[in-house]
């Protein structure tokens, strides 16, 4: 009788730590604030999960389209460790189209690449635009089809991927003034921010 509840204990506790498998993409800009001039913005891709060791692959996209009468062109480039790439391109209006990236893994034959593991750079695209006037622009990843991250555990060699259900995207917001003292008149305003979406 105690050895069944033991069990039933132990099942209950897998059952949730499979529910519980959370995902999570994070935007990072190179700055949060940038001059009114021809320029270009850096804007780093990380992932992460609670499960696996390292990240196997996904897809996204990516739509500054409140930034778009600035913006002459996004391009993508891929971490290092990543070995399967496509590239949507850019598809103009400030979104730019799905990029796919993995590696392969087969444990004992295909490890894991360095600079993969959890919490790793995905890849970064480079926003390139013309003098804007002050303009606050929104940084939104959007979600991968048929899903955006999918993580390996190097031991084991079981993969787990997101649903809709359990994908947070940090997405962040940045600032294009006229001048380094306008952009602190904004700064003092608290408009800086990164926003998290399930």
Partial sequence: MIRNAVLASALAGCATLASGQEFSLTLV??????????????????????????????????????????????TWNPAAWSQFN????????????????????IPGIFPPAAGSELGSLIGSFEITYAQPGPVLMDLNLIAGVP??????????????????GNLTINNATVLICPSPSGCAAFAVLGVFSTRRRR
Avoid: K, M
Avoid at 37 to 55: M, P
Avoid at 92 to 104: K, T
């Fill in 147 to 164: 899903f955006s991250l999918e993580t390996v555990d190097a031991v084991t060699g079981q993969t787990f991927r997101n649903d809709s």
């Fill in 86 to 105: 496509t590239d949507g391109g850019y598809a103009g209006s400030g979104v730019h189209n799905q990029v796919i990236f993995g590696q392969l893994v």
């Fill in 29 to 74: 800009p190179s700055s949060f604030t940038l001059e009114c001039i021809d320029g270009s913005l850096t804007v780093s891709v990380y992932g992460d999960a609670d499960v696996g060791t390292h990240i196997l692959g996904g897809a996204f996209g990516l739509d500054v389209s409140d930034g778009a009468p600035f913006i002459t062109g996004i």
